[in-house]
């Protein structure tokens, strides 16, 4: 089964350390999402890339946090520097367009001390 | 108002019945609907998607739509433990994104 490939699984960081999660979306699928998934928030959407293109980074803290897709087969999510308020779960999703489902990665759990 | 409510419950079903699932949307703009299944410490699951008004039906699972009232719901007949789980509703909006509610926790009892 064709599936969204997530690194690194876990994360253990100190304060103020950069953090880069990885994500190979679907072959074909050219749409990629970046949720954020915390108890409190729910799956809060950071951004959204459409045939690589940035549409929509909104739900992002835009000091600190930054998204980009260098190729078809590579998205990434950057937090520099990392605080102890972004611990959570950071799963990436990619899919076809609006019609079509969106498959989700086995993210990446996140956690700053 | 949120962009997608759903009732956070805990809702608790037993054995057999049917599960009913629920959540409303804002952007009228919204162009289809999903309904995702996620177990404790798992990431969200598909199980089933739905464009038009009226009922799709897909094994034990139904989705129903109605776009004037701006709701979707899922119906899970013949309840199993094994359904027992986070159900979370997505709408992916006019603005070409995918917004999800809080999720809905179900429990079926034996």
């Known amino acids: 089964d064709a599936r969204v490939t997530q690194t690194p699984r876990h994360k253990v960081t100190e304060m103020g350390q950069e953090v880069t999660m990885r994500c190979q979306p679907i072959?074909?699928?050219?749409?990629v999402f970046w949720y954020r998934q915390t108890m409190m928030q729910g799956l809060e959407l950071l951004a959204y890339?459409?045939?690589?293109?940035?549409?929509?980074d909104s739900g992002m803290p835009k000091d600190r946090f930054s998204a980009e897709m260098p190729d078809a087969t590579l998205a990434t999510l950057k937090i520099q520097p990392s605080e102890p308020r972004d611990s959570a779960v950071y799963f990436c999703a990619s899919g076809e367009g609006g019609f079509y489902g969106y498959t989700f990665g086995s993210g990446t759990r996140l956690t700053v001390v | 108002q949120k962009e997608v409510e759903q009732n956070s419950g805990p809702l608790s079903v037993p054995e057999g019945a049917i599960a009913s699932l629920n959540c409303t949307y804002s952007?009228?703009?919204?162009?289809?609907f999903f309904w995702y299944r996620q177990y404790s410490g798992k990431s969200p699951e598909l199980i089933m998607s739905i464009y038009s008004n009226g009922d799709k039906e897909d094994g034990r699972f139904t989705a129903q739509l109605n776009k004037a009232s701006q709701y979707v719901s899922l119906l899970i007949r013949d309840s199993q433990p094994s359904d027992s789980a986070t159900y979370l509703c997505a709408v992916f909006q006019g603005a070409q994104k995918l917004v999800f509610g809080q999720g809905t926790r179900l429990t079926i009892n034996p």
């Open positions: 072959l074909g699928h050219n749409t």
């Open positions: 890339f459409r045939n690589r293109a940035p549409l929509d």
């Open positions: 952007d009228r703009g919204s162009q289809s």
